[in-house]
């Protein structure tokens, strides 16, 4: 086996931008619960924590299929042809917007009568609710609208730039929930999230449409 010696120069660069990434994203997932734990009675996060799991089967399974490819898209991203770049981004995003439209309309339709049923019996606490269902679907909509974007500046190695929009994100998490949650309670932590999903989006989709595939935000848009 050939031995090659450090040079102590060359190095693989980007490490510490993932590893910050990826902590703000985990304490972003579970900052929610983690208000509601903290500024809100049992019984309300108790709620929230129902619809939430019945949301959490789906995501999972959308980030499983949406992460799938990026090792390819990664390959393409790399690659000098600009055209097969656009193309497999422009189609990567349609599937996705396709399969978060049909998942999500029917989801926004029976996760109520779906609670309604899982919570039949229960008389304690009140788990009908049609204002969080409606922030907790449009929140999770904005979050996996943006998850191909993000994906797509990870794997063309932009790093510092993924990690910068993480923060910034997580910033406005924690103010707005500072804010909004101690003026309206659980739709305050609520609103909060639905807002840091809104910027992470609009972020990661602008720096895509204008940075790696300059001048196409129009035909995201379309989509």
Not at 38 to 48: N, Q
Not at 114 to 142: E, H, M, R
Request: proline letters at 2%.
């Amino acid at each position: 086996i050939k031995r090659v010696a450090w040079d102590k120069k060359n190095r693989i660069t980007g490490t510490k931008d993932v590893v910050v990434g990826k902590v703000v994203g985990t304490i972003h997932s579970s900052s929610t619960t983690l208000f509601l734990s903290i500024f809100s009675s049992a019984a309300i996060t108790s709620v929230y924590a129902v619809y939430n799991s019945v949301i959490h089967m789906i995501t999972s399974v959308v980030n499983i299929g949406f992460s799938a490819p990026q090792n390819a898209i990664g390959q393409i991203l790399q690659g000098e042809n600009e055209r097969n770049k656009r193309t497999i981004i422009f189609d990567y995003q349609y599937v996705i917007i396709l399969v978060l439209t049909v998942l999500f309309v029917p989801l926004s339709v029976l996760i109520v009568p779906f609670v309604k049923i899982y919570t039949q019996g229960i008389t304690d606490i009140q788990y009908i609710n049609y204002g969080l269902a409606t922030l907790l679907v449009v929140s999770t909509y904005f979050q996996l609208l943006h998850v191909p974007s993000g994906i797509c500046i990870y794997m063309s190695g932009s790093f510092d730039i993924a990690k910068k929009i993480q923060i910034l994100a997580f910033l406005i998490l924690v103010l707005s929930n500072l804010i909004l949650g101690n003026l309206l309670g659980m739709y305050g932590f609520l609103i909060s999230m639905m807002l840091c999903n809104l910027v992470l989006a609009l972020c990661e989709i602008i720096y895509v449409h204008t940075k790696l595939v300059p001048k196409s935000l129009g035909h995201f848009l379309q989509i």
